[in-house]
């Protein structure tokens, strides 16, 4: 039997679709004929969502959504539902940020802002996205609570992934990032928590936790990031990075009807990660 992936009648969100592993992530859905919502924060990603459509013949367009702010994602939410006529099938939370700092040189700031985009964001996309799918207000104004989604019969057939990381699940080193690994293993949890509320729904929700990936940061002529680069090499059994178009291709797999898409799969934190977690 020959497994094809076909995500032509899909329309997948992907925060921080531009660059890095969400920009594999995009290019290996859009290679699969999804429709594609991107999001960026600073840098213009309408380019991008432009040349996806030309190598691949889908449709894609760039969304500028800062994933910390609830109202902006609320109104990212709706802007794409409001361009492509219909509501969003996959959800890739992937946006992210990093800060290698010593605990006790970070300040609040610091600490805050690495919880705000890389816990709180995913958080809210998915948020906004249950409701949309509810048929609730997506705004964060009216007030919904009253809403008992328990006795809510419907099978959405709706999927959330989140993009976490063995950070998570590890206390990396020889760099210090407390507040990262913490915001990781925050959210990682906060999928557990999401996917059983919201299971009976027949919405999905699970993280993969990739290991080391190389990217521009992991690639960086800087001295001190090429002597850790080496030791993360050393540390990880299959003594190489992954590459972000395997990733990308991994998640086109893990979100595919291939896998489940029934729904029995979710809950599901997978890790990704050459071995590194089982020393």
Same mark, same amino acid.
């Given at each position: 039997?020959?497994?094809?992936? @076909?995500?032509?009648?899909?329309?997948?969100?992907?925060?921080?679709?531009?660059?890095?592993?969400?920009?594999?992530?995009?290019?290996?859905?859009?290679?699969?004929?999804?429709?594609?919502?991107?999001?960026?924060?600073?840098?213009?990603?309408? !380019?991008?969502?432009?040349?996806? %459509?030309?190598?691949?013949?889908?449709?894609?367009?760039?969304?500028? %959504?800062?994933?910390?702010?609830?109202?902006?994602?609320?109104?990212?939410?709706? @802007?794409?539902?409001? %361009?492509?006529?219909?509501?969003? !099938?996959?959800?890739?939370?992937?946006?992210?940020?990093?800060?290698?700092? !010593?605990?006790?040189?970070?300040?609040? @700031? !610091?600490?805050?802002?690495?919880?705000?985009?890389?816990?709180?964001?995913?958080?809210?996309?998915?948020?906004?996205?249950?409701?949309?799918?509810?048929?609730?207000?997506?705004?964060?104004?009216?007030?919904?609570?009253?809403?008992?989604? $328990?006795?809510?019969?419907?099978?959405?057939?709706?999927?959330?992934?989140?993009?976490?990381?063995?950070?998570?699940?590890?206390?990396?080193?020889?760099?210090?990032?407390?507040?990262?690994?913490?915001?990781?293993?925050?959210?990682?949890?906060?999928?557990?928590?999401?996917?059983?509320?919201?299971?009976?729904?027949?919405?999905?929700?699970?993280?993969?936790?990739?290991?080391?990936?190389?990217?521009?940061?992991?690639?960086?002529?800087?001295?001190?990031?090429?002597?850790?680069?080496?030791?993360?090499?050393?540390?990880?059994?299959?003594? $190489?990075?992954?590459?972000?178009?395997?990733?990308?291709?991994?998640?086109?797999?893990?979100?595919?009807?291939?896998?489940?898409?029934?729904?029995?799969?979710?809950?599901?934190?997978?890790?990704?990660?050459?071995?590194?977690?089982?020393?």
């Amino acid at each position: 039997m020959t497994i094809t992936l @076909d995500y032509s009648a899909k329309l997948i969100l992907i925060t921080g679709g531009g660059r890095g592993i969400g920009y594999a992530i995009a290019r290996a859905l859009a290679s699969a004929g999804g429709t594609l919502a991107i999001t960026y924060t600073h840098t213009d990603a309408s !380019d991008i969502a432009k040349a996806l %459509c030309e190598e691949f013949g889908v449709v894609a367009k760039a969304f500028k %959504c800062e994933a910390s702010d609830s109202k902006d994602t609320d109104r990212m939410v709706q @802007d794409v539902e409001a %361009c492509f006529g219909k509501k969003v !099938d996959i959800a890739i939370a992937n946006a992210g940020v990093a800060l290698w700092k !010593d605990a006790h040189a970070m300040t609040d @700031d !610091d600490f805050r802002r690495l919880f705000e985009v890389n816990t709180y964001g995913p958080y809210y996309l998915s948020r906004a996205l249950v409701r949309s799918w509810l048929d609730l207000p997506i705004s964060v104004d009216p007030d919904v609570s009253q809403v008992d989604i $328990k006795s809510i019969n419907k099978t959405l057939g709706k999927q959330i992934l989140v993009v976490s990381s063995i950070s998570g699940l590890v206390a990396m080193s020889p760099q210090r990032q407390a507040a990262y690994n913490a915001s990781k293993a925050a959210v990682t949890m906060l999928s557990k928590s999401l996917a059983e509320e919201w299971a009976h729904l027949g919405i999905t929700v699970n993280t993969i936790s990739p290991g080391y990936v190389a990217t521009d940061m992991t690639t960086s002529d800087d001295p001190k990031l090429k002597e850790w680069s080496r030791e993360w090499n050393y540390r990880t059994p299959v003594r $190489k990075f992954a590459s972000a178009e395997e990733l990308g291709k991994f998640v086109a797999l893990l979100v595919s009807d291939q896998q489940g898409g029934w729904g029995f799969f979710t809950g599901s934190d997978v890790v990704v990660d050459g071995g590194y977690t089982t020393l």
